[in-house]
């Protein structure tokens, strides 16, 4: 379950496609292409193992995603989905000698739909470069394409996250946020049932800061719909810096900003510094690390995790499922013929023997992928 914390203002201009901007300043470059060929770079490493190291590169990054976007997303390439949204099971009743007991009809369904657009950038490199240039600028190029895709990908989970606005996918289907009022049927759990013309999982805090209220607020909207620790979900709270560190100094029975005490203790993770104090744990530490995450402490059942990704003034609390589980909360689609999967190093040199005489052609990078809520309230 993923929930928000927003102001009324942020959530207006959550709207605007520019409000999550790819990091990184916006770079363009032309290159002319030299009648010299060139066929090593200036430390004599041959411009073909050049090459052959940059696809390389390719294959190990396509392995690995962003540990935010993995513990976020479910890979797939469908481009519709008829999702199971609870995960309560059937509940027994009292059973009569001759009485016939009700049926089971299943689990509630949803269709949602997932969005998918391509990307590229080129790398060019002219003959003039590529002579006086040495390996590893080239491979400075390619490594600043690879973090810019690292980017693009896990801001675009992100921004898919807070943003409560549908949209709809090239095949029509429409594109979901997180369950905010819009009249959509919310399956009922463990006998409680929710309004779904107000229920909404994108909250605003009750005064100008964030307290432990809001907290406690987010985490009920993502446990109350079933999805908690002992569903073999890990709950996480994604914090900007600015945030991590408000929600550091939470302390049970100390009333924040709007008079309302807290009900739990922030305590630190395995990892935090050395600190003298008379307090001892009760119950288990969080650990210094989940998927590769630094993990700073823990508020309740959640483990907080503070990131740039997440803008100021934002947390969300989401129950992953794990990396690229598939009951992590947002789709990330792919193409589904594997030879368009992942990302792509495209380039007019694609034989050994056009790569020997035309090395100064630009290196494409290509990246398509489409990015939905799967789980509408699995935030």
Same mark, same amino acid.
């Given at each position: 379950?993923?929930?928000t914390q927003l102001?009324p203002?942020?959530?207006?201009?959550?709207?605007d496609?520019d409000?999550f901007p790819?990091f990184?300043?916006? %770079? &363009?470059?032309?290159?002319?292409r030299?009648?010299?060929?060139? @066929?090593h &770079? =200036?430390?004599?490493?041959?411009l073909?193992?050049?090459?052959?190291?940059l696809?390389?590169t390719?294959?190990?990054?396509n392995?690995?995603?962003s540990?935010?976007?993995?513990l976020l997303?479910?890979?797939t390439?469908r481009?519709?989905?008829?999702v199971?949204q609870?995960?309560g099971? *059937?509940t027994?009743?009292?059973a009569s000698?001759f009485?016939? #007991? &009700?049926?089971?009809r299943?689990?509630?369904v949803?269709?949602?739909?997932y969005?998918f657009?391509d990307?590229d950038i080129?790398s %060019?490199? @002219?003959?003039?470069f590529?002579?006086d *240039?040495?390996? %590893?600028?080239?491979?400075?190029?390619? /490594?600043d394409?690879l973090e810019?895709? /690292?980017n693009?990908?896990?801001?675009a989970i992100?921004?898919?996250?807070?943003?409560?606005t549908?949209?709809? =996918?090239p095949?029509?289907?429409?594109?979901?946020g997180?369950? /905010?009022?819009?009249?959509?049927?919310?399956?009922?759990?463990?006998?409680?049932?929710?309004?779904?013309a107000?229920?909404?999982? !994108?909250?605003?805090?009750?005064? *100008?800061?964030l307290?432990? @209220?809001?907290?406690?607020?987010?985490?009920?909207?993502?446990?109350?719909?079933?999805?908690?620790t002992?569903?073999?979900?890990?709950?996480l709270i994604?914090?900007?810096p600015?945030e991590a560190?408000?929600?550091? &100094?939470?302390r049970?029975g100390k009333?924040?900003?709007?008079?309302?005490?807290?009900h739990?203790?922030f305590v #630190?993770?395995?990892?935090?510094? $050395? %600190?003298l104090?008379?307090e001892?744990?009760v119950?288990g530490?969080?650990p210094?690390?989940? /998927?590769?995450l630094?993990?700073?402490?823990? !508020?309740? #059942?959640?483990y907080l995790i503070?990131?740039?990704?997440?803008?100021?003034?934002y947390?969300?609390v989401?129950?992953?499922?794990g990396?690229?589980?598939?009951g992590?909360?947002?789709a990330?689609r792919?193409?589904?013929? $594997?030879?368009?999967?992942?990302?792509r190093?495209s380039s007019p040199?694609?034989t050994s023997a056009?790569? @020997?005489?035309?090395p100064?052609?630009?290196?494409?990078?290509?990246r398509g !992928?489409?990015?939905?809520?799967?789980?509408r309230f699995?935030?």
């Open positions: 379950m993923n929930t102001t203002a942020q959530l207006t201009a959550m709207d496609p409000y790819i990184g300043a916006e %770079r &363009t470059g032309t290159s002319t030299g009648d010299v060929l060139v @066929s &770079t =200036s430390d004599g490493t041959d073909n193992t050049v090459w052959d190291e696809a390389a390719l294959d190990i990054f392995e690995q995603r540990a935010i976007a993995s997303s479910y890979p390439t481009q519709v989905d008829a199971q609870s995960v099971g *059937a027994l009743e009292l000698e009485g016939v #007991p &009700t049926g089971v299943g689990p509630e949803a269709t949602v739909g969005d657009k990307y080129a %060019r490199f @002219s003959w003039k590529l002579r *240039a040495d390996a %590893r600028q080239v491979d400075a190029v390619h /490594n394409v810019g895709v /690292n693009h990908t896990t801001t992100l921004r898919r996250l807070f943003t409560p549908p949209s709809v =996918s095949e029509g289907n429409a594109v979901h997180l369950w /905010n009022g819009d009249g959509s049927f919310i399956p009922p759990y463990m006998g409680r049932e929710f309004d779904p107000t229920e909404t999982h !994108y909250l605003t805090t009750q005064s *100008a800061v307290d432990a @209220s809001d907290l406690e607020a987010v985490i009920e909207k993502v446990t109350s719909k079933g999805y908690a002992d569903t073999g979900r890990q709950l994604l914090a900007h600015n560190k408000r929600i550091a &100094t939470f049970a009333a924040g900003s709007d008079g309302v005490e807290a739990h203790d #630190p993770s395995a990892s935090a510094p $050395a %600190r104090t008379l001892s744990i119950g530490q969080a210094s690390d989940f /998927n590769g630094p993990v700073l402490g823990s !508020y309740g #059942p959640a503070e990131s740039y990704f997440v803008p100021a003034g947390v969300a989401v129950a992953t499922a990396p690229d589980g598939e992590n909360p947002i990330f792919e193409h589904p013929r $594997a030879e368009y999967q992942g990302l190093l040199a694609t056009t790569r @020997s005489c035309r100064t052609m630009p290196l494409g990078t290509v !992928y489409g990015i939905a809520v799967r789980r699995s935030r």
